[in-house]
């Protein structure tokens, strides 16, 4: 038996997040690109999000409602992804319901000022590119990069990039990417860094990790979704197979298609050549 279960499944995953309002404060103000006095102080999530549709669900959604120390309200879109294939299928509907912009209304109210924020997590590398784990999208003028739409702001994570500062001083943002790179069902106690185990914020989360933390009911749902993470990655590494072979099909086709039209020059060429050479032939014996 396992002594953790990966956070990066469903399972753990909200009841980490979800259950735990203080976890998902920290892990919002430390990954999030936010103002200094922008600071979240409390939030609300989304109902519809709290729980998967389908228990077989693999990648996990949740849409929180923050609001920040000086009252102001704004929205979060949460995601966390095991293969970049699925990235592009949800990036980020961004929500057609604001809130209140008055201080401590936490009223639902329909506006098109409400900033949103979205944070996606990737256990996967988007771009073989990329070196660095942390890239930050906001809408730009195509021919004028400086002008920016506040208002969207996206930020990206690949988890596989992370590495813990070499000076060991890591800030709260590292000491979050480092627990969700690192803990899963293969980890070791004496292997979990001191930096994770003496934080007080991250510590709870590893409590939260701990197989006993589970009832039989949580751990089968947490099994179920780890079957479908498998099966799905079986999916698309057949789909990708596929789709090369029948590239490598369609290359082979397109090359045999030219090589007919070369060789249907070069016959061509040839049957105007031996015309041509047997018309001098018969000028010579006049």
């Not at 949460?78 to 809130?99: N, V």
């Not at 939260?208 to 039989?216: G, K, N, P």
Request: charged fraction near 35%; glycine fraction near 4%.
């Amino acid at each position: 038996m396992p002594t953790y279960l990966d956070p990066k499944n469903d399972v753990p995953f909200k009841k980490i997040f979800v259950e735990h309002k203080d976890l998902m404060m920290s892990f919002l103000n430390s990954l999030l690109p936010l103002p200094d006095d922008c600071e979240i102080i409390d939030l609300e999530y989304e109902p519809a999000e709290i729980l998967p549709e389908n228990p077989m669900s693999k990648d996990s959604f949740v849409d929180v409602k923050c609001f920040d120390e000086k009252g102001r309200h704004f929205i979060v879109e949460m995601q966390m992804y095991w293969k970049k294939e699925l990235l592009p299928k949800q990036i980020f509907g961004y929500r057609e319901w604001g809130i209140g912009s008055g201080e401590n209304d936490h009223t639902p109210h329909p506006t098109p000022y409400t900033p949103n924020y979205g944070l996606a997590i990737l256990n996967d590398v988007m771009n073989k590119s990329h070196t660095h784990y942390y890239h930050r999208y906001r809408m730009t003028e195509e021919t004028h990069s400086e002008e920016k739409i506040n208002g969207i702001d996206i930020t990206l994570i690949e988890l596989p990039l992370f590495e813990p500062p070499l000076n060991g001083h890591q800030k709260m943002k590292d000491l979050w990417i480092e627990f969700l790179k690192e803990i899963g069902e293969q980890t070791k106690e004496e292997k979990i860094s001191q930096s994770l185990k003496e934080n007080k914020i991250i510590s709870k989360a590893l409590d939260l990790c701990r197989e006993y933390a589970y009832t039989e009911e949580e751990r089968a749902a947490y099994d179920k979704v780890h079957e479908g993470i498998i099966f799905r990655a079986m999916e698309l590494s057949e789909s990708r197979a596929e789709g090369e072979l029948a590239g490598e099909a369609r290359g082979e086709a397109r090359a045999r298609q030219k090589l007919d039209i070369v060789i249907a020059e070069k016959d061509k060429t040839l049957a105007e050549q031996a015309k041509e050479i047997a018309e001098l032939r018969r000028l010579l014996k006049k």
